[in-house]
């Protein structure tokens, strides 16, 4: 399977993608949908969703969000099965058991069941390298839709159907993101910030990778080698990553 992503504006761009996506062949089970909500939300079957307050919950909130899967009789696309208050982006309310996966990534709860089950059956876990897009996203109101589809043709084709029912581009997502971060890094930074920003970038990003965050620069300093093997890790780096490390406390990031 290949997890194919698009991010909305609105909601009704991303409804109009699952209805492209169902067209391909691809199962409700497969299509999860994570939007800013609220938390006093409830599903249409009269099933109320699950409210966690802080995230962080681990396993435990995996065991909600299944308990409210069990409940609903299953998880579609059409289901609202989890919310989740997640701080510096605001209640989250997230459909299909995929949506619970990706709302599990950004609420910092990556390990919980939820996102174990979808990895067991699709084979491929929620991308996490854009995570701090799809949370940026959400915190300017856009809709985040994850589908997946068999490697090949259908993946080609869910892509072209989320190009074509409105998604945004990735990369114009990610410049746009860094640019309103960036005269507040340069201003920090003590060095040549031009001449020096590509590997303060990288580094920034590096800690804002769910995995990372909360981890301090020596403690993954091994781990960021084997995965920038051909970078050099130098003083702008871990500039950069230290500033990423911080971000969540300076109120912009979210755990």
Do not use: C
Not at 59 to 71: F, L, N, P, S
Not at 99 to 127: F, Q, W
Not at 235 to 240: K, L
């Amino acid at each position: 399977m290949q997890a194919v992503t698009g991010v909305f504006k609105s909601q009704d761009q991303a409804d109009n993608a699952v209805k492209q996506l169902k067209s391909l062949g691809i199962a409700d089970k497969r299509i999860g949908i994570v939007r800013p909500g609220s938390t006093s939300d409830r599903l249409e079957s009269g099933v109320p969703v699950t409210d966690t307050e802080e995230p962080g919950m681990g396993r435990a909130m995996g065991a909600t969000v299944g308990g409210a899967m069990g409940a609903a009789g299953g998880a579609t696309a059409g289901l609202a099965i989890a919310s989740l208050a997640v701080p510096g982006i605001g209640p989250l309310l997230a459909f299909g058991m995929v949506g619970a996966a990706l709302l599990g990534t950004v609420g910092a709860a990556a390990g919980s069941a939820v996102g174990d089950t979808v990895e067991e059956e699709l084979g491929e876990g929620i991308p996490h390298e854009d995570v701090y897009l799809y949370e940026d996203a959400l915190r300017h109101g856009h809709t985040v839709l994850i589908a997946y589809a068999e490697e090949g043709e259908q993946a080609d084709n869910a892509v072209e159907a989320m190009r074509s029912a409105g998604a945004e581009d990735l990369d114009v997502l990610r410049e746009n993101w860094w640019h309103e971060l960036r005269d507040e890094e340069r201003t920090n930074y003590s060095g040549d910030f031009d001449r020096d920003e590509e590997s303060y970038r990288r580094g920034y990003t590096a800690a804002l990778h769910p995995k990372r965050r909360g981890r301090v620069y020596t403690d993954v300093e091994d781990e960021l080698r084997t995965q920038y093997a051909n970078t050099v890790l130098d003083m702008p780096f871990q500039s950069g990553y230290e500033r990423g490390f911080n971000h969540r406390s300076r109120g912009v990031e979210t755990s």
